[in-house]
């Protein structure tokens, strides 16, 4: 089948146009959730949920600290700066409605706090039963009251004691209090920085964005009105010296969205230009690079075709990769050329090779395809289609569209100074497996792990600032919430009832010294039966004036002092009990929202669990037993399930399966590869010959990354599958057919010339600032020389070649 | 009447600054004094009970910005200034709060510390002084130089002898009452 070239052009601009409309139509996304699994577990659902639009989310954690040592941001003067700064740029912040809570240590919310729970304390306060008002109980109490007045604390109770002689309000604040960061001159100051040796401080702000976490537009509008209230800010005391740092997973999703954009982009424009600068040295005209980019644009347009319609959504990375494919696609539209060139049809040989070849990369692709992690899949349904389009494409029409008499620049001198060298390889012959032996003697003893063990590794957010959130982390207090137990409720008010059945259990765990301590939901908004309960051990107001009389008998107090009281309490027993809405605009909503996972249709309790004190680790297995000891004796509202989640493990386990699974694929991939180079190569001596080279080049950067002190990750393992997938093609060209054919000098150029497009496609990758991207680029550039070099030296020796 | 209080003051300081002892050297002399401890007797009446309360216990200074207040009668408790923060103790049980957020709680607590300290500027931050006596029998009155303030304590009286502090009487707004007698221990 011949196609006039008219209609080669025809066809070719129609499927162009095709591909291009679907990939126009397609949803492109740079968020890291392509690194979560499709299917996980409960608990790395809730994991992945909490990243994605949990509260957690929606916190950025600001500093300002001072870089002026002269200023003495130590010094009184420094802390008092530092401390307008934060209160301005709070208070510009609060008045902005991107922000739901702005938090910097001062006591904004301390009025509408005190007020609730002053309203609230019958409802809310867990020292509430019948007994604290009888007689008995309210005597001990006002005594305790009395006691009160006569310490220094007296000052704060005295106002409110006719209302509250029971120390109702106190005994609440006692129960919620939470150890905050520390507070100079009014706001939050990191504790680190001693301002008698001239270390700087920072003043510490906590915003909550009104978008939710996954809404990078709206976390990146947020990130933008923070530093422009910044500059607002410090305006009076001056910007130069001041400095504004943002930590958080809003942030840090935002900042990796325009670093892969621009990365993909620069990396993109880099490989391109290099690989068109070395088609014009090849082909020296320019019709011709552009006939040799056909098959590439051809393949790259399927690639983002394919995955656009296969996964809905095309990632940023997965167009990253896009160059790489360039650099292979080329090399189909160079094998042609530099065979058409002469002048010649193919050999018979010539496309069963491209064919094999292009098979054994389709093998390493599918391979990555078939994982379970997103990231992964695209990018090896983009590879897989991009390549046989560009395949198909160079096979049946690029030659149509070739004009007639056709001619590249000659090759053949270059080709002979190759074949010459290529000779001369052939007597290191002895290199390559030598070389395996020692690299695997390398590998294998390399003392530290060889895997990079966490999650962590994959996240495109630079070390310094990993280490500028945990400083603000901990400059904020904000607790390391490893553990949680994890209570699924129909609604709010059954996740609170479940939480509070609970209390007894986590408290016998705590007494027991499995646990440190324990927080609740609960304890913020008990549930409106528990808050219904206490209102009904309230006294009427005849008993309880009848008992005040009795009580303060003995005491130094007269009952008729303590008629407010009785107000009070005919006024909290009309109340109905408080609920999630009627807490809006307070810290306490804050605590709350914090500890409730609403997804909608179910409402998860979060209940954090902290270490016992001289140990870092909770038992998983006593806590895990007692849970379902606990659900085995429960039935009605509180039955259902309880989840015991270490976070840590799950995010570890999460990239084990990860690792597994790549190792797994990897490997299939590989057996995959041999398989089929048997199948066509048939002669065991062919198919080593072929594999030699590729396992030596693999071994090779293993024990030079090893030998760098680099500690892999998953993608450098990728990185092997796409030397095999890659290498192989050079491999197959020297194996020189059936029939031991000496390799022709014009195919020396054609293959220097395809590992340098590859090489040129994958080299950019080395220099870029994401992991993902810079370990396939680090593993497949050298890999890709190196297979070439050693599947040179063990080329069957030539007749031509023996002296 | 401001002017008329302002040009009361004015004389007076003048007339003590006649004498042997004014502020400056009582200031001197507290601030020569160093880490303190001393046992205490306060004694509060309030308008809401019937009976005086009375609390005993130890005072305890550490230059420059610690005051500790332990009171071992009728109840254990203890409560410590320490820079900005403050911590209540009782019944097993603390409490810490900033002193920014109680401002007038840190005016009356600061009071105290900054005479033990012999700050001139802290006290006058808050209050306006005027000292009778001599250097055996001297008296420091404390009046609230601003209205927030002046809702919550009336006046609040210094006395003692020489760098020692021996007597602090608070008057509240609302009529209650504190007198606390401090005599060092050997």
């Known amino acids: 089948m011949k196609l006039s070239r008219p209609i080669a052009f025809t066809l070719w601009f129609a499927l162009i146009g095709a591909l291009a409309t679907v990939a126009l139509h397609a949803d492109y996304t740079a968020d890291m959730s392509v690194f979560l699994p499709r299917s996980p577990s409960a608990a790395q659902r809730l994991l992945v949920d909490q990243l994605k639009d949990g509260l957690v989310s ?18 009184d003067n420094g802390s008092v700066r530092l401390a307008d700064v934060s209160r301005r740029l709070a208070a510009i912040l609060r008045a902005d409605a991107r922000f739901d809570e702005i938090n910097n240590g001062e006591a904004t919310h301390l009025e509408v706090d005190r007020q609730l729970l002053f309203d609230y304390r019958y409802a809310l306060s867990p020292a509430v039963d019948a007994a604290r008002f009888s007689v008995d109980g309210l005597r001990t109490s006002l005594q305790a009251t009395i006691a009160l007045l006569a ?7 005295k106002p409110l004691v006719t209302r509250d002689p029971t120390g109702e309000l106190l005994a609440l604040l006692a129960t919620l209090d939470h150890p905050g960061p520390r507070t100079v001159d009014g706001v939050w100051m990191s504790a680190g920085g001693d301002p008698a040796n001239g270390e700087a401080r920072t003043a510490l702000l906590l915003a909550l964005t009104a978008a939710r976490g996954g809404d990078l537009d709206g976390q990146e509008a947020a990130m933008a009105a923070i530093r422009a209230a910044f500059a607002t800010a410090c305006e009076t005391p ?78 940023g990375l997965t167009l990253g990769f896009g160059t790489t494919l360039l650099g292979e696609a080329v090399d189909y539209a160079i094998y042609l050329f530099v065979q058409r060139g002469r002048g010649t049809d193919a050999p018979t040989g010539f496309w069963s090779t491209i064919r094999l070849a292009m098979m054994t990369s389709a093998c390493g692709f599918l391979a ?10 695209q990018l090896g349904l983009y590879s897989l289609a991009g390549l046989i389009t560009a395949a198909l494409t160079t096979r049946y029409l690029l030659p149509a569209m070739l004009p007639p008499g056709f001619h590249i620049h000659d090759p053949v001198p270059l080709g002979l100074g190759l074949a010459r060298l290529a000779r001369l390889a052939t007597r290191l012959r002895w290199l390559p497996p030598a070389l395996a032996l020692i690299c695997l003697f390398i590998v294998v003893n390399r003392d530290e792990p060889m895997w990079q063990g966490e999650l962590l590794a994959l996240s495109p957010v630079p070390i310094a600032d990993q280490m500028l959130d945990q400083r603000l982390r901990r400059d904020l207090g904000a607790p390391d919430t490893r553990y949680l137990i994890v209570l699924p409720g129909a609604d709010i008010d059954a996740a609170l ?22 927080d609740s939901p609960a304890r913020y908004l008990p549930s409106l039966a528990t808050q219904r309960a206490r209102l009904a051990s309230l006294p009427s107001r005849a008993q309880l004036s009848q008992r005040l009389e009795t009580a303060t008998a003995d005491l130094p107090i007269a009952a008729a002092r303590l008629t407010p009281f009785l107000d009070e309490i005919e006024r909290a027993r009309a109340r109905p009990p408080l609920t999630r809405a009627a807490l809006a605009g307070t810290s306490i909503a804050l605590a709350v929202d914090a500890l409730l996972l609403d997804s909608g249709h179910e ?5 954090p669990l902290t270490a016992p004190g001289d140990t870092q680790t909770i038992d998983g297995e006593a806590v895990r037993a007692a849970l379902a000891a606990w659900r085995a004796s429960t039935a009605g509202a509180q039955a259902g399930e309880a989840i015991f989640v270490d976070l ?10 990860y690792l597994g699974e790549v190792i797994r694929l990897t490997g299939a991939g590989i057996v995959a590869i041999i398989v089929l180079l048997s199948i066509f190569l048939r002669r065991p001596m062919r198919v080593v010959r072929v594999v030699l080279p590729l396992a030596t080049a693999i071994l090779t950067v293993l024990a030079a990354l090893s030998l760098a002190g680099m500690q892999l990750i998953l993608l450098h393992l990728v990185g092997m599958l796409l030397i095999v997938a890659v290498g192989s093609n050079y491999a197959l060209f020297f194996d020189g057919g059936e029939q031991g054919a000496a390799v022709a000098p014009h195919t020396y150029a054609s293959l220097l010339f395809a590992n340098l497009t590859t090489v040129a496609g994958y080299g950019p990758l080395i220099f870029s600032t994401v992991p993902v991207l810079q370990a396939i680029g680090i593993t497949v550039a050298p890999g890709a020389i190196l297979v070439l070099l050693f599947a040179t030296m063990l080329a069957r020796p030539q007749p031509a070649s023996k002296p | ?85 403050l911590r209540l103790t009782r019944e097993g049980k603390s409490h810490e709060l900033g002193l920014r957020d109680y401002p007038e709680v840190a005016a009356l607590i600061g009071a105290i510390r900054a005479a033990l300290a012999g700050e001139r500027a802290a006290l006058e931050r808050d209050y306006a002084l005027s000292i009778s006596g001599d250097r055996a029998r001297w008296r420091l009155n404390l009046l609230p130089n601003n209205t927030a303030l002046a809702q919550i304590v009336l006046r609040i009286d210094l006395s003692g002898s020489e760098g020692h502090i021996e007597g602090v009487d608070v008057l509240q707004a609302d009529g209650d009452r504190s007198e606390m007698r401090i005599a060092p221990r050997q």
């Not at chain 1, 409402?603 to 209940?607: D, G, P, Q, R, T």
């Open chain 1, 368 to 377: 990555l395809f078939a994982s379970n992690f997103p990231g992964l899949a």
């Open chain 1, 238 to 315: 001056g910007c130069a010296t001041l400095k504004l740092e943002m930590s958080g997973p809003g942030i840090f999703a935002v900042n990796s969205r325009a670093t892969i954009k621009s990365e993909v982009t620069r990396i993109a424009a880099i490989g391109t230009s290099l690989i068109v600068m070395l088609l014009l040295i090849v082909y020296r005209s320019a019709p011709v690079l552009l006939l040799g980019l056909v098959p590439v644009i051809t393949g790259s347009l399927a690639g983002i075709a394919a995955v656009g319609l296969g996964f809905g959504v095309v990632h």
């Open chain 1, 603 to 607: 409402v998860h309790a979060l209940l």
């Open chain 1, 648 to 657: 840590k493990n799950e995010s570890d386990a999460l990239y084990g399966a």
């Open chain 1, 497 to 518: 009832t479940r939480a509070e059945a609970l209390a007894p259990v986590l408290d016998r765990l705590q007494h027991e010294g499995r646990i440190g301590g324990w």
């Open chain 1, 58 to 75: 929606r916190m950025i954690l600001v500093g300002i600290s001072d870089n002026d040592s002269d200023n003495g941001s130590g010094s």
């Open chain 2, 1 to 85: 009447m401001k002017s008329l209080s302002a040009l009361f003051f004015l004389l007076l300081s003048a007339s003590v600054a006649h004498a042997d002892w004014d502020v400056d050297q009582l200031m001197r002399a507290l601030a020569a004094n160093g880490a303190k401890r001393a046992a205490f007797t306060e004694t509060r009446y309030l308008a809401l009970l019937d009976q005086p309360l009375v609390v005993s216990g130890e005072l305890v200074y550490v230059p420059p910005d610690r005051l500790e207040r332990h009171a071992t009668q009728p109840v254990e408790e203890s409560m410590v200034l320490d820079g900005e923060r």
């Open chain 1, 151 to 157: 310490s220094p604390a007296g000052l704060f109770a």
